[in-house]
T-cell receptor, first 111, second 115 residues
Framework: TQLLEQSPQFLSIQEGENLTVYCNSSSVFSSLQWYRQEPGEGPVLLVTVVTGGEVKKLKRLTFQFGDARKDSSLHITAAQPGDTGLYLCAGARTNAGKSTFGDGTTLTVKP | DAGVIQSPRHEVTEMGQEVTLRCKPISGHNSLFWYRQTMMRGLELLIYFNNNVPIDDSGMPEDRFSAKMPNASFSTLKIQPSEPRDSAVYFC?????????????FGPGTRLTVL
């Protein structure tokens, strides 16, 4: 079974602080996605990374795919209350047809 | 595109009743997924279809759960009979398999409460 472990499980910070969340696995993935889920809604895709070592930026969010394509990180600069939510990573293997989801990191940004 | 559409958004029923959840995937997508999300177990894959054919139903909890996809634009997840432990948020997601990234697009979910 491919497992994706996310850490930390919960994170509560003040507005303006920086943070990093991690997504780790012993398996190699052909692509990895990061989603954010707000209360009462479904997960919404933030980014997809496909190349080992790839770095993608989305405003204050920076995503990195590990060189070996087994892990990924999400860094948020100057967090805002609007960043509050559940962050999920999901890995896919070529021709697998389905993705493996991590358990998520619940982020709370206090004003 | 309207995105993935799920109905109903909320369902409250009594133990023993039949529950049917509905999903309309994004037009052109050929894979459809049903997930269940709870605080205790997180997001669990129940079953997924490719080109309307069930590919992996290993996540379906037990025989009380069944899913169908009669055509490319509609799927149902049925629970019969329902039990209180089935209370959860059920998500449907769709993707374009073979696109290289397997990105899944989620619906808003159905919050099921079984009393």
């Amino acid at each position: 079974t491919q497992l994706l472990e996310q850490s930390p499980q919960f994170l509560s910070i003040q507005e303006g602080e920086n943070l990093t969340v991690y997504c780790n696995s012993s398996s190699v993935f052909s692509s990895l996605q990061w989603y954010r889920q707000e209360p009462g809604e479904g997960p919404v895709l933030l980014v997809t990374v496909v190349t080992g070592g790839e770095v993608k930026k989305l405003k204050r969010l920076t995503f990195q795919f590990g060189d070996a394509r087994k892990d990924s990180s999400l860094h948020i600069t100057a967090a805002q209350p609007g960043d509050t939510g559940l962050y999920l990573c999901a890995g896919a293997r070529t021709n697998a047809g389905k993705s493996t989801f991590g358990d998520g990191t619940t982020l709370t940004v206090k004003p | 595109d309207a995105g993935v559409i799920q109905s109903p958004r909320h369902e409250v029923t009594e133990m023993g009743q039949e529950v049917t959840l509905r999903c309309k995937p994004i037009s052109g997508h050929n894979s459809l997924f049903w997930y269940r999300q709870t605080m205790m177990r997180g997001l669990e894959l129940l079953i997924y279809f490719n080109n309307n054919v069930p590919i992996d139903d290993s996540g379906m909890p037990e025989d009380r759960f069944s899913a169908k996809m009669p055509n490319a634009s509609f799927s149902t997840l049925k629970i019969q009979p329902s039990e209180p432990r089935d209370s959860a948020v059920y998500f449907c997601a769709s993707s374009l398999a073979g696109s290289g990234t397997d990105t899944q697009y989620f619906g808003p979910g159905t919050r099921l409460t079984v009393l």
